[in-house]
């Protein structure tokens, strides 16, 4: 009572919604979205496409992309084939259109008022915005493992996973190899989804989101093949990406290649959240 | 040792204890690039009030209320919800506080019910096994429940503006603020915005409303503050607004001479106007100007009151905006 009339108000405590139950709201939004839908329909006929052609052209790759020529009969190869096709185009623009809507969409519709009116800490926006990216992030690879290893079977068949020294791994040996590839281009594109994240958090429109990502891939890209620039490449998040499949697919396995690629990735993510933080807690609501 | 030191006053006898207030703003400034879009505004809500923050468009009522809010940072001055400070204190006010601000925002492929649980999931007084029940009353309080599965890029404008103020609303609050609620909304829907207005006042709740209509501001509010050009020019309770300057009613009468006899008898000065005659209040009520004139047997067909203060205020501000 006395607390009441001194300050003229009750002292009220921090409150704030439990953070599973944010998430959960957050995840669903994102997996509900037209977008997200087609994105991940795209991505679930990129390997069932590449497994009825060879099959239909009977088992005859005719060239193509590295690793397509030993696709035939090398079903359990097909995800890791679909994963290098989608990697530079597809799904970082899956990642960057997710990161693009967390942030410069909700502020385009305007609902990025009511989450911080709710209120919504920024900081904790910022965190639910990026494992919600991250889930579109896994659920994209998901699809693309679980299409790429049922077409694999469905249309090219095989028994395990003929390797790029020629021995031929157990099915959960090549399962394995599958799964940490998987793990590791988790790793890239949660870069890339970083990278989005703050760029979504400093502007309202989420075309700039996506232009920015997938622009700044493709200079990565061309920089990366001008060897004048080679003291720079180590600092390009591209570098090593068309490799790392190769890499697994040696036996016996040799990681030698993949520490870059994750140092890499995680000096991107820190430096993408942390730009994304400071940007959310100063922008206009 | 020395005794007195422990002898005092019980707490808040002292100093009599300031009318709580829900709402304050001190010496408050926005510079947008060079342009002043707020300067000097205090404002103080006491708690219960409804406060009708009145202005042109452009007279800076919206970034003022983004200030209260926290949405935006004043570039000077500061801004007490409850006397906390904003926007430090959002986590202990916010969760008290329901807004509309700056027009609706929803996700357009989400309905009105899925968007309204989007917000029950951030909304930190909402337990987990009431968000249903909140908002379907939500829903069912601004008039949408029948549409509240439809997806939200196919509402109307009065239908978007509704599920802003249902979300406003979603769960019970000590503040409520609403920019332009009746934006877009028909005669119907505007009169449901002031019941609902009137309701928030019933129950005690504190409501910041902004409007450029003088006639949804007078219907509703108990305090006033108009804006123009970035400054606060009056400010204070309604009643004490409109009986500033001098209240005149325009009696409309067939028997001028009776009435006028009437009004000397009971001291009200008048002058004739073609109708019939203009009367001064002074401060005295029309109503028992118009007893006495009935009672004196005098026909009014109608007695119409002319205000001054606000709403010549008002007039001059709009006019000079068109200008």
């Known amino acids: ?285 | 040792m020395t005794v007195t030191a422990i002898v005092r006053e019980p707490a808040g006898a002292a100093t009599p204890a300031a009318p709580g207030l829900a709402a304050r703003t001190e010496g408050l400034r926005k510079v947008f690039r060079g342009t002043v879009a707020v300067d000097d505004v205090n404002l103080a809500v006491p708690d219960g009030a409804v406060l009708g923050l009145l202005g042109p468009n452009g007279s800076g009522k919206t970034t003022t209320i983004r200030m209260l809010l926290g949405l935006t940072a004043p570039t000077a001055g500061h801004v007490e919800l409850f006397g906390h400070r904003m926007p430090e204190a959002a986590s202990r006010v916010l969760p008290e506080v329901g807004a509309l601000v700056e027009g609706p925002g929803f996700h357009p492929y989400l309905s009105g019910r899925g968007n309204l649980f989007r917000l029950a999931a951030a909304e930190p007084l909402l337990n987990s096994r009431d968000a249903d029940r909140a908002v379907s009353e939500a829903l069912d309080r601004v008039g949408l429940s029948d549409a509240a599965n439809r997806a939200y890029k196919g509402y109307s404008l009065g239908m978007k503006q509704r599920l802003g103020l249902a979300a406003a609303l979603l769960v019970p609050r000590r503040l409520v603020v609403l920019d332009e609620p009746t934006n877009g909304l028909d005669p119907a829907g505007t009169r449901e915005i002031r019941q609902v207005i009137g309701g928030l006042r019933a129950a005690g709740t504190t409501v910041i409303v902004s409007s450029h209509l003088l006639a949804e501001i007078e219907a509703t509010c108990t305090h006033v503050a108009v804006m123009n050009k970035g400054v606060v020019v009056a400010q204070g309770p309604l009643r004490e607004l409109l009986s500033d300057g001098s209240s005149t009613v325009d009696v409309s009468t067939s028997d001028t001479a009776a009435a006028a006899a009437v009004l000397r008898d009971n001291g009200f000065a008048a002058q004739p106007i073609p109708e019939g005659l203009r009367v001064e209040l002074g401060d005295r009520d029309s109503a028992e100007l118009i007893r006495q004139l009935v009672l004196g047997g005098v026909p009014v067909h109608e007695a119409t009151r002319r205000r001054g203060g606000l709403e010549e205020l008002f007039a001059t501000l709009t006019e000079e905006e068109r200008g």
């Open chain 1, 1 to 285: 009572m006395t607390a009441i009339t001194l300050d003229g108000a009750p002292s009220l405590q921090p409150r704030t919604a439990p953070f599973g139950r944010l998430l959960a709201s957050e995840i669903r939004l994102l997996l509900r979205r037209p977008r997200t839908i087609v994105a991940l329909a795209v991505l679930a006929l990129v390997p069932v496409l590449i497994g009825v052609g060879i099959w239909a052209a009977g088992g005859d790759s005719g060239g193509g992309p590295p690793l397509f020529d030993m696709l035939s009969g090398n079903g359990l190869l097909l995800p890791l084939a679909a994963l290098m096709v989608a990697l530079p185009l597809l799904l970082p623009l899956t990642v960057s259109m997710a990161a693009a809507d967390a942030i410069a969409g909700e502020a385009n519709h305007g609902s990025l008022r009511g989450l911080l009116l709710a209120p919504v800490g920024r900081i904790r926006l910022v965190a639910m915005k990026a494992i919600g990216v991250a889930a579109v992030i896994a659920v994209g690879l998901s699809v693309l493992l679980v299409f790429g290893v049922l077409s694999g079977w469905i249309f090219l068949g095989g028994n395990g996973l003929i390797t790029l020294s020629g021995t031929t791994l157990s099915f959960v040996d090549g399962m394995g190899r599958v799964l940490l590839a998987m793990v590791l281009i988790f790793t890239q594109l949660a870069a890339v989804g970083a990278v989005a994240l703050a760029i979504s958090a400093s502007t309202d429109h989420p075309l700039v989101v996506m232009a920015g990502t997938l622009g700044m891939l493709i200079v990565f890209t061309v920089l990366s093949n001008i060897s004048a620039l080679d003291w720079l490449h180590p600092m390009l998040l591209t570098t090593g990406w068309m490799s790392m499949a190769a890499d697994l697919l040696r036996d016996p396995l040799t990681l030698d290649g993949t520490g870059g690629p994750l140092l890499r990735a995680g000096c991107y993510v820190i430096i993408g959240l942390g730009l994304a933080t400071v940007r959310m807690l100063n922008r206009e609501g």
